[in-house]
């Protein structure tokens, strides 16, 4: 299973997502947004390329809050995802979102604007970086793999 993942878009429109990552999400299983898309128009433009689970960050829209959650996980593959947006300083981040969302195999997440591939301890956390400047690609299959593509 491949899951394209995106964070921190800051966008109005679906129209301002780069292409980069519209040509590599159209050949994914799954979208994950970790929020801060900014307009719902993002969210929408993201559905028409596949599935997309997404969370609201704290730049989004009031209209976004109401239709995201703060937080998400499910089963992709044989691993459980949380997905969160995050807060508060990016020191300490891993902490705040791993006590957010539990036991999960893997965590991905946003809010720092830092790119990010760390497994500590059992869990992988996968910051794919903001929007404008990189997303990512994570990978199931029999072992997971995460990778940052740069634009």
């Known amino acids: 299973m491949r899951i394209g993942v995106l964070s921190d878009t800051h966008i109005h429109l679906a129209e301002e997502i780069p292409a980069e990552v519209v040509t590599a999400f159209s050949k994914v ?6 929020g801060d ?3 719902l128009a993002v969210l929408e433009g993201l559905k028409r390329l596949g599935e997309v689970k997404a969370v609201h960050g704290n730049v989004d829209s009031m209209k976004l809050r109401t239709l995201l959650p703060e937080k998400s996980i499910f089963v992709a593959g044989n691993k459980k995802i ?6 508060g300083s990016p020191d300490g981040i891993e902490n705040r979102v791993k006590e957010l969302l539990g036991d999960v195999d893997i965590i991905i997440y946003g809010h720092s604007h830092r790119a990010k591939i760390e497994q500590i301890g059992e869990v992988l956390y996968f910051n794919p970086g903001p929007g404008w400047q990189s997303f990512g690609i994570l990978t199931i299959d029999e ?9």
Not at 29 to 34: P, S
Not at 82 to 87: E, F, L, S
Not at 143 to 151: M, S
């Open 29 to 34: 299983d799954l979208i994950v947004h970790a």
């Open 37 to 39: 898309f900014v307009g």
């Open 82 to 87: 949380g997905i969160t947006h995050g807060w």
């Open 143 to 151: 072992d997971v793999k995460g990778e940052i593509i740069r634009i």
